[in-house]
């Protein structure tokens, strides 16, 4: 007996196996410009406010990576040294839209309110950075960063915190995992247990096609490396692109002498965590603790 498929069944057949692989084609050539949507909001690329803006004191760095592409950063440092050298330094590693001047606001209670030092960057691809973003790149420019701090004859000689949101948490597990000596904590908001697992809530119709995401970030094993230091987590509940439970899940993997502090925010959303109450009551206290513990 010869098979057999109504016309329009077959079509329906055909139509989903043309969808599959149109979107495994479109998650595997363009998942950067997916993953890292440096050109949004508009005008990202164009414009990036200053610091100034916020009264902050800073020097506008351009950083040369060893890779030969060229990085913008913030140094927003107390302009007295003695008093600079007392107080930890904050590495704000972004989330994956806009620039750090979207960021100035935050770094403004860091350092008017918390008293600390900040280093921020635009990643490569990213405000004025040169170059295109991805994994590889992004790495390399935590590692600029890192470099470049530690070799200061001030910012090298403070307490430096990691603090990241969303892929930045990412970039800050990854960046303190492998350098973790170099660091007196980490904070991690709203972040992923790795990207390929991100898609099937992200986008469902293609999430059996996750494998041909390149772009790993892989925060749940390397957050297994971190051993001694302290960890800040911060997780909005009502998180509509990480599911909630991927900081769970980054929280079980967690085995560190350190204090390990866990912060939910009922109400918060993926973008909307900093502004729930507590958020930077609880950072403030985070820091504190550091400042005593290290005495």
């Not at 692109?241 to 350190?258: A, F, K, Q, S, Y």
């Amino acid at each position: 007996m010869s098979s057999y498929l109504p016309w329009y069944l077959s079509y329906s057949i055909a139509a989903a196996f043309v969808a599959v692989l149109g979107g495994g084609t479109l998650l595997y050539h363009y998942q950067c410009e997916i993953i890292y949507p440096a050109g949004f909001p508009e005008g990202s690329r164009r414009h990036v406010a200053k610091p100034s803006q916020f009264g902050l004191p800073y020097e506008d760095l351009t950083l040369k990576t060893v890779d030969n592409v060229k990085i913008r950063a913030y140094l927003i440092k107390h302009p007295d040294d003695k008093v600079a050298r007392e107080r930890p330094t904050i590495l704000y590693l972004h989330a994956n839209a806009g620039n750090m001047g979207h960021r100035l606001s935050i770094a403004d209670v860091f350092y008017h309110t918390f008293g600390c030092n900040v280093f921020m960057l635009s990643y490569r691809g990213y405000g004025l950075s040169e170059g295109s973003p991805n994994e590889k790149g992004l790495r390399i420019d935590a590692h600029t960063a890192l470099s470049y701090i530690k070799n200061h004859q001030v910012l090298g000689q403070t307490k430096l915190i990691a603090y990241g949101q969303s892929i930045g948490g990412a970039v800050a597990i990854d960046i303190v995992a492998r350098n973790e000596d170099n660091f007196s904590g980490l904070i991690v908001e709203n972040t992923f247990l790795s990207l390929p697992k991100v898609i099937p809530h992200v986008l469902p119709v293609i999430s059996k096609l996750a494998f041909l995401c390149h772009q790993i970030w892989d925060s749940e094993r390397m957050i297994e490396n971190i051993a001694r230091l302290p960890v800040l987590f911060l997780s909005g509940r009502k998180d509509e692109l990480v599911p909630p439970e991927h900081m769970d899940g980054l929280r079980r993997r967690v085995d560190t002498t350190g204090t390990v502090i866990w912060k939910e925010f009922p109400t918060g959303t993926h973008n909307d965590t900093c502004l729930k109450a507590g958020y930077f009551e609880t950072i403030k206290a985070f820091i504190d603790k550091i400042i005593k513990e290290e005495q």
